[in-house]
């Protein structure tokens, strides 16, 4: 059996309330990402247009499978600072976007091996038979109190800090990116969300549409509900599944469109 690819769905949605769309998404058949925005005077969509087009350019090098997996490895790691030195020359240029950030979580599929790099509180998700699993661990003030046990749950669901972010590429370079690796199997489907669906359904709620078959309706069922739920913010979904099979894709979805 030749390597993995995702055979991957995505659709982003301004939402409700939001005039614009400040959420981006990657889809290539071995590298998929979601970037959520941050910033006034359209700040937010250049910051995650950032992120995912300079990803965008570097994977042809992150998907070469000619390269050892330590490599790869360190050159996703790299990226993050890539494209917070790319948001920095580009608040340089222009002041009155100083403060624009985003969020980026991305999926790399190297061998038999899924990276995942993780800064903000974009999400990933895996679903693996029954069993539905939050990968990533959100920067924010509030996982930060939950973790060290100071406020419960509950407490969370209202916090006036619950959308304040702990880590964000801003162009600061003062990011301590994350990169988790896991084993890829077939039939495995991982979900990367910005938080206008993850801040929105319950997991239970995520799990039950997840589990469609169709990844095209899974997604559809998603958005569907947060604008049931008033979908107060940009939402980005991508849906994908482990395959042997050969792919071919190459989309960008969002602001990065």
Not at 110 to 120: C, F, N, Q, R, S
Not at 131 to 156: K, M, R, W, Y
Not at 172 to 185: D, F, G, K, S
Request: glycine share 8%; charged share 20%.
């Amino acid at each position: 059996m030749g390597a993995f690819n995702f055979d991957t769905s995505a659709r982003s949605a301004i939402g409700l309330l939001r005039s614009g769309n400040e959420d981006s998404g990657l889809v290539t058949e071995r590298l998929i990402a979601v970037a959520d925005g941050m910033g006034g005077h359209a700040g937010g969509e250049i910051a995650s247009k950032i992120a995912i087009t300079t990803l965008h350019s570097l994977a042809p090098v992150l998907t070469n499978s000619t390269i050892d997996s330590d490599s790869i490895e360190d050159l996703l790691l790299h990226s993050i600072h890539t494209i917070d030195s790319n948001i920095s020359e580009y608040v340089q240029e222009a002041n009155e976007l100083r403060g624009m950030g985003t969020t980026l979580t991305a999926l790399l599929l190297h061998d038999k091996i899924v990276a995942l790099l993780h800064v903000g509180d974009s999400r990933c998700y895996r679903l693996r038979g029954n069993t539905f699993e939050q990968l990533s661990n959100d920067h924010t003030v509030i996982q930060e109190l939950l973790d060290q046990g100071a406020i419960s749950p509950v407490d969370a669901i209202d916090h006036p800090q619950r959308s304040v972010l702990t880590q964000a590429l801003m162009g600061e370079r003062n990011i301590t990116p994350v990169l988790q690796l896991y084993e890829a199997l077939e039939g495995d489907r991982y979900l990367l969300c910005s938080d206008g669906l993850s801040g929105v359904l319950t997991e239970k709620e995520i799990k039950s549409l997840l589990k469609t078959r169709d990844k095209d309706s899974a997604i559809k069922s998603l958005i569907d509900a947060t604008y049931v739920n008033g979908a107060p913010d940009n939402v980005t979904v991508l849906i994908a599944d482990v395959t042997s099979s050969e792919i071919s894709t190459n989309l960008m979805v969002g602001a990065a469109q």
